[in-house]
């Protein structure tokens, strides 16, 4: 079964501090994807990454950055010099195989001007 | 290029009246997802539709929870003699193939009064 952990439910930052947001997973595939989504305040979805089980590549995109740990079974996000537009609930998720992810909880992310 | 339509943005209820909530997925994709986010909680998945038919619903409530996506038209999850707990924020996503990445709907918001 597929399990997805963001311990963190709340972190609070001045802008421009950096900040890493925790994603630890479970699966007993060797095939999976990793997501992370953010949900603003306006509540939609918006999707920023997809990762799958065979690319251990750091990837950077911009303020963002994500650091994909097979031996930890993490998958984290880390945004450089927030901002307060960073304001959002980020959800990580786990899709085995390709079939229907499995959300964690998600981090409320506030970050103060 | 619309993304996945989800309508209404907003619903209110009555308890014991019915909701019905549509979501056209993107063109081309087959795949229909549907999501349920309570308040202060992440997305717990409810159930999973290609074209007229049910793939998997083990995430659906077993009473007053219905959904469908018919031939033509939008995907409709249905919920009868609607309680206040129903009150959630409903996520629609869609994908042309499971392994890619899921793209979100902006979600109906439930609330029942």
């Known amino acids: 079964a597929q399990k997805v952990t963001q311990a963190q439910t709340e972190i609070s930052v001045v802008e421009k501090e950096d900040v890493t947001l925790d994603c630890v997973y479970e699966?007993?595939?060797?095939?999976?994807?990793l997501f992370w989504y953010k949900q603003p305040p306006s509540g939609e979805l918006v999707f920023l990454i997809r990762?799958?089980?065979?690319?251990?590549q750091n990837e950077i995109s911009g303020r963002y950055s994500w650091n994909f740990q097979k031996s930890t079974s993490s998958f984290n996000f880390t945004i450089t010099a927030s901002q307060v537009v960073d304001s959002a609930v980020y959800f990580c998720?786990?899709?085995?195989?390709?079939?229907?992810?499995?959300f964690g909880r998600g981090t409320s992310l506030i970050v103060h001007p | 290029n619309a993304g996945v339509m989800q309508n209404p943005r907003h619903l209110v209820r009555r308890r014991g009246q019915e909701a019905r909530l549509r979501c056209s997925p993107m063109?081309?994709?087959?795949?229909v997802y549907w999501y349920r986010q309570l308040p202060e909680e992440g997305l717990k998945f409810m159930v999973y539709?290609?074209?007229?038919?049910?793939?998997?619903e083990s995430g659906m409530p077993k009473e007053r929870f219905s959904a469908e996506f018919p031939k033509e038209g939008p995907s409709i999850l249905r919920i009868q003699q609607v309680v206040r707990g129903d009150s959630a924020a409903y996520f629609c996503?869609?994908?042309?193939?499971?392994?890619?990445?899921?793209?979100f709907g902006s979600g109906t918001r439930l609330t029942v009064v």
């Open positions: 998720a786990l899709s085995e195989a390709g079939y229907i992810p499995t």
């Open positions: 990762r799958n089980s065979f690319d251990e």
């Open positions: 996503a869609s994908s042309g193939d499971r392994l890619y990445g899921y793209t």
């Open positions: 539709l290609q074209k007229e038919n049910i793939i998997d």
């Open positions: 063109k081309g994709h087959s795949h």
């Open positions: 699966t007993r595939d060797t095939t999976y994807y």
